[in-house]
């Protein structure tokens, strides 16, 4: 086998172990896949400035997020359905993000639970929330939460309704999933997917089938679907900040009066994020909205961002723009389908060497020094 | 089959059923189609502000265009020769809009009549005029329109002369048409087409050929290339507005100055056109020429957009540079070619989620507050 | 044969009727083409302002260049071996030029000579010039222009030495030429340019010819690569303006200064031009380089534009930035190599069409009132 | 044959002559290759400003770089394992060079040595140093220049640490090496280059070898790569300089900050370089980054500019936004690697002639001359 030394690499590993339906499910996006697309090429249009003769020999990529200690600034973004496309996906990538020093989040659509990945992990983890409509059950997903000892809750804000990935449907991931001549042939030229992970024992969504647990995976998602709240408002983020002992960070804003909003709550961290291009197509980049918000934060808590990191250039622009870290979806699902908890450390690998090098080549030593002058305007 | 999601999917559906010549005629535009790619390209730039922590729960698309309720701010454009893409094409358009609750819109140039509609239909109709040399036949159809109760009359005003759409002749669709031995076979191969639309009743242009009974619709389309009246002046505006009761809309407008004309004429509305892409190649797009348009008219009448709309998501952006309502009518077209009546039900059910979705992410919940704001600068 | 409705068709035509030397050196431009590419997309980025409500059932086309009335403001430019693309190339085009009521300008590098036009041919032809390092020559050759009455001599000046047209080479056609295997395949697959040009009586450069009678047209083409005079400065032209007693065009000006210069020797007109982007490669297009030279001479002499006309829309947007009229090379060579004489007259009609439609559709029905109104800023 | 006219020509050739790993190794660049890209899309973006009428007769290309008189304003950058792309590929570079009249510049990384070259060249050349962590090493690399005649000394600053070229590792060109079927197959099909180059005697790093005269090419690389030293600041610079007697150039500046340091430290010359987008990718293109570099060094020292020159073109272009010469990395290797000391004579020879062109057409006669007024704004 080549060398692998590219996120594009764990891509095209990716799409040959994966059936189709899977690999369009990680790699495509919302309508026509305008933002999809902008999310990498508003990236890829930033100029790094490249400056000479300061000594690089000591480079640190150490900082903090959210009050934790990271190897460097890069983190796991929450993602759902994570254990289809590697048996025990979430624990295999929550198991690699330790061993690289970074932060690794759980969604609350993972197929394995809250339990499952503390029993198998020994490091920390934070938890993403959807507020649901049965605040019952949005309040024990959050007492499951804490009593893991996640330090840190994410809640995600734009799905309030969920866009259409257009492939989704035509690969026969719509529910009731429909399973065609095409879709079988697929699932059966994937035989190392269909022992790992179909006979493996998680095939449903482990944090909700505490609640259903004679259902299939196609059932809980239909009932998700229509579990969305789709009447918050601020004060709703003000009664989880109210019940929420640990951080807690906001996902989903792109606007600079959302995130004013968002900082009066008293949230402790944003997450600049349109859900990596998945649902509103036509809003803008991550990276284009980063200095707004920050602008609009004024400090008041920390700004990550998610969408678009493809390479560790990237994350070091994100940082120049002011974000505190980079949150990485695509990137290490490409790796775990491709390799397992192998393929995630590499890609955290990849990332971190791409990063590193570019900090040197832009002459800065310490991660925390980063700033916009490591651009060219 | 793979499930229909998209316009798109709509118009490769239409290209299998339909003849070379007439998906062409629907699909292409004249000269090199630079005006056709920018009213695309034109929309697909701008970008939607993505907005957060507002209750959607009750989302509401309903408006009044022109003084009717519509059930969102979508109409279907007038279209020529439409009953030659679906057998009784204009009757089953203009039902599936009936029942989606949007604006139908018969073309002088139809294939069924203005009394084929009215007899075949439950709602009303909106009748679009080509102005004649023959005033006579002009009041003509301004009679049965009023007498088939349209409230609205539509007068093209673009089509002084007409532009060439190249590959028309290439495909025989010239006056007189040439069935070349490629046509035959293309003809051959659409056998659905054939026994629909060919061995069915109607194969002439109905609102005409009351008065040429024995002619077919080729000698009918020849003489209505030289009844177009290229002396047309605001005058003729003026003469229209006295003898035609109901509201009078002025469509193919692109320019501010014409739209203050248009204004001062007391129409009841402009619709920004371009006839597709169809006529003057090098046009602006029909979205950059609306501000303008809209600036123009200052209020004194509604501002309809048309040309360009192959996604919900343009709706909202045309709605938010100030257009009333957005007119389909490729959009349309790929539906009925494709499925009749359901297939235009489907287009505008696509385009209904697809407006939703993105008003509901961009954080407005009726559609009459959708302005400048939903968009970034 | 299917239609031919534009200059693209007659181009797609000449390909396959001449062998690939002839058609690339019609066809290619210098060095990587950027100059060739811009005078086409430069064109296409100008945007035309569509105006509806004007009486255009009378369009009048007919101007005036350089005192001679034209039936429209596009004129034949002067082209090099113009009769090794068709028998008697400049004969049949000036013949369609004639015909179609426009100028038609011979090259000092034809085949066919001053005389052999003059007696073929019913109406005047304007005549261009190479100023050569031989005097006697240079006077010789303005001396049988005055005897053949051609009423224009038109200087080009953007050819002190020649650039490289890499095509060129590689086909064959340098000097001297090789006549590779793929070079007599080549020409053995196009009989119908080997009977009507090859065997026809002229292969050479007939205004050359007369003073080396015995000489092929490689031998002559060397020569006149040497023979090319590049120590020309404005002097030169007040001592050509002295002694040609009819109107004088300078060709080849594409800068402000330049501009300048050659209005103040008295010329006549310009023609702003970059050899159809086959000398400098880098330069700015003809089109963005018009208003510039258009202000330059403030009226001083006439400015005609020469390049990128593919298409009548063209013509509209080189007269709106100021352009009296517009030379086309490429469009009616196409025309000539696949048809013949009415091969040009058709690629003319073409370009009437297309501006005449152009001109109704924004509104304009004389084309001396076209200006910069047309265009959308 | 097909007429070799361009440094694309050259590069087809090289392509074929050479096993892909080298070829690769020549023609990519790190990560996603932006910077690669934008290297020669920047150049290719500006505008030459076309004049006429001025007496071209006798240009001048002549210029001195660095107090050296050179027959034109281009140079040959240093290179890593030239000796690889030909049998003694350093020397046949340096005599073609040198019988061209310009600059040739030796790498540390060579295959021949600076003895050998020296002894198989009769004029001067330049030497290109990097700094070791090993100051002995260091200082036995510049005597040996020094002994060698050297009068020019090149420092590079811009490889502290080695960015990643993708397809290195993928072509088994990592160290260490392996050697893949795929390899095998790559190197087998290449007879002329297995006789040339690795039947020859030199396959080693000539320079490094006398270090380590019983290591292999991998082994020395591996430990250069440890050698290079990543705590160098200006001090170090001002070190070199109180050393070496000759002129000293900072080669990898991009920065107007480092070129202001650059030019304190008293050096000569200052080489506008990324590496030829092979280290900090994003980093903007070498002709973005000249006229800031220009304006920073203020005159105090002699500006060159290497990257993206595959034209003659860019010369002029990098000529007039203040370079004093360009130097060429890919496009001689491409020549070297197609047809050896010929192939790099072409290769002069081709940029000579594009750039002579370029000047006439510009209006320019001497060299010297050359500035911002040959580009259009």
Redesign the interface.
């Known amino acids: 086998m ?2 692998v ?2 996120i594009a690499d764990l891509r095209d590993i990716a799409r040959r172990r994966l059936p189709l339906a899977l690999f369009e499910y990680i790699d495509r996006g919302s ?2 896949e ?1 933002t999809l697309t902008r999310n990498r090429a508003d990236f ?1 249009a ?12 000591r480079l640190s990529l150490e900082t903090t997020v959210l009050g934790e200690r990271c190897s460097m600034p890069i983190g796991i973004a929450p993602t759902g359905l994570t254990g289809l496309f590697h048996r025990d996906g979430e624990i295999r990538a929550a198991r690699a993000a330790h061993a690289a020093g970074v932060p690794f989040c759980l969604s609350t659509m993972s197929i394995c639970s809250i339990e499952d990945v503390r029993a198998a992990t020994s490091g920390t983890f934070w938890f993403q929330l959807y507020f649901m409509r049965d605040r019952t059950f949005t309040e024990a997903l959050m007492s499951r939460a804490h009593a893991a000892g996640c330090p840190v809750l994410v809640l995600t ?2 799905l ?2 969920q ?2 990935r ?1 492939r989704d ?2 690969n026969g991931l ?1 529910v009731p999933p429909r399973l065609t001549l095409k879709g079988m042939r697929d699932f059966i030229l994937h035989p190392r997917w269909l022992v790992d992970v179909m006979f493996g024992k998680r095939r449903t969504f482990g944090n909700l089938a505490t609640f259903f647990p004679r259902h299939g995976t196609a059932a809980i998602s239909e009932w998700m679907g229509k579990q969305l709240d ?5 004060n ?2 003000a009664w989880l900040r109210d019940r929420w002992p640990g951080k807690l960070v906001l996902k ?4 600079a ?2 995130a004013r ?1 968002a900082a009066a709550t008293g949230v402790d961290g944003i997450i600049v994020s ?1 859900h990596g291009g998945r ?6 980049s991550t990276i284009a909205a980063l200095p707004r918000v920050v602008d609009a934060t004024a400090g008041r808590c920390e700004v990550l961002l998610d969408g678009g990191i493809h ?1 560790g ?1 990237s994350v070091l ?1 994100g940082l120049a723009l002011g974000a505190r870290a980079c949150m990485i979806g695509r990137s290490y699902l490409y790796g775990l389908a491709a390799l397992g908890e192998r393929g995630v450390a590499l890609s955290l690998e990849i990332l971190r ?2 990063f590193e ?2 900090m ?3 002459g800065v030593c310490d991660v925390r020094n980063v700033d916009r002058r490591v651009l ?1 305007h």
């Not at 649902?279 to 803008?284: E, I, K, N, S």
Request: charge should be negative; proline fraction near 5%; include cysteine.
């Open positions: 080549s060398p030394n590219s309508y026509d305008h890829d930033l100029l790094l400035r490249q400056r000479v003769m300061t000594d690089v020999s804000l734009d309030p309704l866009a259409l257009r449907p035509k719509a789709n009447t918050l408002t601020w709703d983020v989903g804003i792109l606007d009066d959302d909003a349109n649902q509103l197509d036509g809003a803008t390479c250039q622009k060497r791409e090098v570019s040197a080549l832009t060219v």
